[in-house]
């Protein structure tokens, strides 16, 4: 990377300088070790008796110059890659430094003749914790600082000795770049003139018991490649085209609004595939399956693969294994450019203990909690979050905010909240302390929770945030000004596991779990639900959907149409994992993604998986065509049981409303047999009722029992052949 300034005229030869005072013996030391706090005050040009005494830390270095007005003044060799001398002037003037290495010379301005580059209302609002583009102070920033272009770096390090950037163009060696302290901010900066985009680094951190070792950016917007493990200066150029998308993203709450989840492990889904590739292929599957939004597991990036992004190191930088943060842009783009929301995974309750990213960062607990035994995640071998210290709070806010904000995300899925709001999750008495009333919530998991729900919600209108919280506890969806966390959705852990495993049962046995499958509708509007079957339903020898309903092929693929039919028609958002949606056998593989080959001509029973994908094209069609089944998704009267009992039957049946009380009938029979004229109790105001859709259709690869022709109610009592093993959908017939 080249430093040289083309700008600055070439001088003469160099003169020599006077003799300079030399360095306390201290400063001296504390400044080539990287343990001095305001190496602003050695370095640079200060005024002195007789002159102005310039002073560059420039190791390997054969000679520096001081170039002023044209002329050279040779600075003399301190050793140690110090150089110094004094000039005769009465004010420090405009200059550059001439460097001179065996590899060639460089011309450049002297980053310690800089006044510092943030500012004290930033300084004030991080120490605040209420610094809301957090983004824009810490990290590194390219910029025109003093009429200079180049790079302000800065790093929140409150118990270093001192910080310095390392890069590659140093070959990893910080001697050259210390950073001064900006006092009780905790925050360490510096200007370095000259570099830009591209550059690779990290900090080098001096700790107070002595260590020194190299850490990644926390704020870093763009990383290395794993394994490589940098930081890279980076500034966004995209031009968006989603104006439209944006300006009605908030036209209709998320509650009263169809909302249809696709799920996906980008990395996986086509492996190979680059951001801007996914751009061109998957927006257009989604919306020709008529998926409302599409869900991404974690794309901060992690070094790890195997994680599946959950183990987060970079939070401010999508994954560099698909391409840059611009081209994560384009792909999000493209998205809304078809009509697709885009949710984002995103993992505030714990980060990984590589030694080069979040952990221990400074050389003390400082992202984590003092305390081992909270520290330590005790499932995942990662450190959790200190939610009660200011700084770190704001760092996980002002992240929610910056995927929102940088990247038009329109919503995030907020991973593992359970373990985030106990204190004693996953650990045994004697491991844990209660809080300050006695109990075993954690006060400041709940308050991070929800200042950062209203933070998203008043910055970034028409976002959605959503819990993946597996307990009961209470308000997870309430507003935070009437107690709860402030969340808009929460993922329904408990119909998930209840349905599946009904699903699990031979058919036979189904009537000893009945409630399994109605038993969700008991606490159906204590939250506002979406229905997930998710990638942790499809591994770890879970089995894929298809493969968990028993029988023969033909069955097993039959019970999973009816379930799809059933899930759809319930209350609740849906969302279902990328795999699932044709049928495939196996489990996931994070290696391999979706088994496409399934559904390629020359495979036998293609047609059988294309009938799945059919089938859910179709209920996704409907259902988006249909507001009973999503108008009053968070309001009991948009709900009626109409069968809740027929247990030895394995007949569900029940009513959905819209906002105008026009209804739906959705009926599911699990069980492998036909049911001629089966009863169903229905409102009198309906004059007939005709099948919409149908899970045994032929085109599904099912039977092709089917009620092909209105049904007339007699006294309240409509009667209707029920297909096996699936859901039919009926609405008010229209002559």
């Known amino acids: 990377m080249a430093l040289r300034d083309t700008s600055i005229p070439e001088p003469s030869g160099p003169v020599p300088s006077a003799t300079a005072p030399a360095l306390s013996p201290e400063d001296r030391g504390r400044l080539l070790a990287g343990a001095h706090h305001d190496p602003h ?30 002329k050279r003044t040779a600075l003399v060799s301190e050793g140690d890659g110090l150089f110094s001398g004094v000039l005769p002037s009465a004010a420090i003037p405009d200059y550059t430094l001439h460097v001179a290495y065996e590899g060639g010379e460089q011309e450049t301005h002297d980053p310690y003749r800089f006044l510092p580059a943030l500012g004290e209302l930033d300084l004030h609002l991080i120490r605040e914790g209420r610094h809301e583009e957090l983004w824009t102070a810490l990290g590194a920033q390219p ?69 020194r070792f190299l850490k990644a950016d926390p704020m870093a917007r763009r990383a290395e490649e794993p394994p490589n493990t940098a930081s890279i200066v980076t500034a966004s150029h995209y031009e968006w085209a989603d104006a439209e998308w944006m300006t009605h993203r908030a036209d209709t709450p998320v509650h009263e609004a169809p909302m249809s989840v696709y799920e996906v492990h980008l990395p996986s889904w086509r492996p190979g595939l680059t951001y801007r590739q996914l751009a061109e292929e998957l927006p257009a599957y989604v919306k020709d399956l008529g998926f409302t939004h599409l869900e991404l597991m974690p794309v901060a990036e992690h070094p ?101 904000e940088e990247f038009h995300i329109d919503g995030l899925r907020v991973d593992a909240v359970a373990s985030m709001l106990y204190l004693d999750y996953s650990r045994e008495d004697g491991q844990w302390e209660p809080n300050a009333y006695g109990g075993r919530e954690d006060l400041a998991a709940m308050a ?50 209840d349905s599946l495993e009904y699903l699990s049962h031979e058919p036979v046995h189904r009537k000893y779990h009945h409630h399994e499958m109605t038993f969700s509708m008991v606490y159906a509007y204590s939250e506002n639900y979406v229905l997930p079957i998710s990638h942790d339903e499809v591994v770890h020898g879970k089995q894929a959907l298809v493969s968990k309903a028993p029988g023969d092929w033909w069955q097993r693929r039959a019970t999973t149409r009816a379930y799809l039919g059933f899930m759809w028609g319930h209350p609740g958002k849906q969302l279902l994992f990328m795999g699932q949606e044709f049928g495939q056998g196996a489990e996931w593989s994070v290696e391999h993604g979706p088994e496409w080959w399934l559904l390629d001509d020359g495979y036998h029973s293609a ?44 007949v569900f049946a029940f009513l959905r409303y819209d906002a105008e009380g026009d209804p739906l009938l959705a009926v599911s029979n699990f069980s492998p047999v036909v049911r001629h004229d089966y009863g169903l109790w229905v409102p009198d105001d309906v004059v007939a009722w005709q099948e919409t859709l149908n899970t045994d259709d032929t085109r599904y690869g099912g039977s092709g029992v089917t009620n092909p022709d209105p049904a007339k109610p007699e006294g309240g009592l ?18």
Request: with cysteine; glycine share 12%.
């Open 143 to 211: 910029m025109t600082h003093e009429g200079v272009t180049g790079t302000r770096f800065t790093v929140w390090a409150p118990n270093a000795q001192g910080v310095r950037v390392a890069t590659d163009f140093t070959h990893w060696d910080g001697t050259q770049f210390p950073m001064r302290s900006l006092g009780a901010s905790g925050v360490w900066e510096l200007f370095l003139p000259g570099v830009g985009e591209g550059t690779a680094y990290k900090f080098e951190i001096h700790s107070r018991y002595g260590h």
């Open 607 to 650: 047609g059988d998986h294309r009938g799945v994908r059919d089938l859910v094209r179709d209920l996704n069609t409907a259902y988006r065509a249909t507001p009973a089944l999503w108008q009053c998704d968070t309001r009991p009267e948009g709900f009626r049981w109409v069968a809740v009992d027929s247990a030895d039957d394995n």
């Open 41 to 70: 005050a050695l370095l640079g040009a200060h005024p002195v008796p007789g002159g102005i005494v310039f002073r560059a830390l420039r190791p390997f270095a054969r000679s520096v110059s001081v170039v002023s007005d044209g």
């Open 304 to 404: 790890f693969h195997g994680s599946w992004g959950y183990q987060v190191t970079g939070f401010y930088a999508p994954t560099a294994r698909l391409g840059s943060p611009d081209d994560f842009r384009f792909f999000v783009d493209a998205c809304h450019r078809a009509g697709i929301g885009v949710i984002m995974d995103w993992v505030p309750a714990h980060f990984p203990k590589d030694d080069w990213a979040l952990a221990r960062f400074d050389g003390d607990p400082l992202y984590e909690p003092g305390d081992g035994r909270r520290a330590e995640h005790p499932d995942w071998g990662t450190y959790e979050f200190d939610f009660g210290r200011t700084e770190v709070r704001n760092f996980l806010v002002a992240n929610a905010v910056y995927w929102c």
């Open 718 to 735: 409509v009667r209707i052949t029920l297909p096996p093993l699936a859901t039919v959908w009926l609405r008010p017939f229209a002559p």
């Open 448 to 497: 991070f929770l929800q200042e950062m729900n209203a933070t998203v919600y008043r910055r970034a209108p028409g976002v959605v945030t959503i819990a993946e919280e597996s307990t009961a506890w209470g308000g997870v969806t309430r507003p935070t000004d009437t107690g709860g966390l402030g969340f808009g959705l929460k993922w329904n852990m408990g119909w998930m596991h």
